[in-house]
């Protein structure tokens, strides 16, 4: 009897950590330094229904709040990463905070002293999905050298791009 509750408990938790919401299509993103910076890192983008869930790490910046964007263009090979264009905005709206402005703003990272950021963040309003309208695959994600400040349209002033990379 004891043998069965605790198959039968093992099989329910196995069943939770496979549901499809777990582990929808995923994109990755290297991102290598743009305008002399050293900032780089990797981050990972997966479907869970209609959000997508960001992680990974990203390092050598300076300290403090830095802007965080997914750019329109999957460019990065200007020195100053300009190539990426603008703010990825297929609902043509004004730039917000994550959830309140543009399909690309992602807000803000904390870097600690060390000049390090983890990642880990729940987006709306962007799709892993390559054919869809609010798709991000072959577009940038840029990290700013500066703080988004959620209001300022169309870029936040969050200042030059110091990392760039091509979500594939």
Known sequence: MRTSFFAAITLVLSAC???????????????????????SGNLTFVQVGD????????????????????????DCSAPDAMSAGGHFNPTKTQHGAPGAGHA????????????????????????????????IIGRAVIVHVGTDDFKTDPTGNAGGRGACGVIS
């Open 17 to 39: 950590a496979s549901t499809p919401e777990s582990s929808g299509p995923t994109a990755t993103v290297a991102l290598r330094s743009a305008s002399g910076t050293k900032i």
């Open 104 to 135: 690309g703003d992602l807000g803000n990272l904390v870097f600690n002293e060390s000049g390090k950021a983890t990642v880990n963040l729940t987006v709306r309003g962007i799709s892993v999905n390559k054919n869809a309208s609010n798709g």
């Open 51 to 74: 959000q997508v869930r960001v992680t990974g790490e990203i390092t050598g910046h300076t300290p403090g709040v830095k802007g965080f964007h997914i750019h329109d263009k999957g």
